[in-house]
């Protein structure tokens, strides 16, 4: 069934106020995925955080401008569907990849991220980011190194003390 120019408007409009604000993007091809596996695949990216749209190429060419992801363009090249970060900038790679463990179906042909289309084995990387609360344990953990260091370090000389006068006690005690 076409879509009307009214419909093709808002399916345009709605792509590019999501690229706008999005992180990164994912482009896989999902031909030879059933209706249920789709549907699992939705609902583990409402989940996740991830907006995913299946949408006539030209559109997608059209809402992307003047985005970030207008990069993505030129590749946009056969049934594709969009996945998009809006909060994590890996959430929509590891959605990806994950999906592909259970279904190798669902093929990456592009991402995209700040500007600049990748090959489909950067995906690997992309996935591996670190979510939000992970860098920010990450970076409590660096910048908490050094207090914990200076503290042993200076509460050494008392703790070897301690140690010495308990093995000295010990030692009267055995003789």
């Known amino acids: 069934m076409a879509l009307s120019i009214?419909?093709?408007?808002?399916?345009?409009?709605?792509?590019?106020?999501?690229?706008?604000v999005a992180l990164a993007a994912?482009?896989?091809?999902?031909?030879?995925?059933?209706?249920?596996?789709?549907?699992?695949?939705?609902?583990?990216?409402?989940?996740?955080?991830?907006?995913?749209?299946?949408?006539?190429n030209t559109l997608v060419r059209r809402a992307v401008e003047g985005t970030e992801f207008e990069c993505m363009?030129?590749?946009?090249?056969?049934?594709?569907?969009?996945?998009?970060?809006?909060?994590?900038?890996?959430a929509a790679a590891r959605l990806v990849k994950d999906y592909v463990k259970s279904n190798d179906k669902l093929i990456t042909k592009l991402v995209a991220?700040?500007?600049?289309?990748?090959?489909?084995?950067?995906?690997?990387?992309?996935?591996?980011?670190?979510?939000?609360?992970?860098?920010?344990?990450i970076l409590m953990g660096v910048m908490k190194a050094p207090v914990e260091k200076f503290v042993r370090t200076l509460a050494e000389p008392h703790t070897k003390l301690v140690r010495t006068f308990a093995a000295v006690s010990d030692a009267k005690q055995a003789a």
């Open 6 to 20: 009214e419909q093709k408007k808002a399916v345009v409009a709605e792509v590019a106020e999501v690229a706008k």
């Open 73 to 90: 363009q030129e590749s946009l090249t056969g049934p594709l569907l969009l996945a998009f970060s809006m909060e994590d900038p890996g």
């Open 113 to 137: 991220v700040g500007g600049e289309v990748y090959e489909a084995s950067e995906l690997d990387r992309l996935s591996s980011l670190p979510t939000y609360d992970q860098a920010i344990a």
């Open 26 to 56: 994912v482009a896989a091809e999902y031909r030879g995925l059933t209706v249920e596996q789709m549907t699992d695949l939705r609902v583990k990216a409402r989940e996740s955080g991830v907006y995913l749209k299946v949408a006539k």
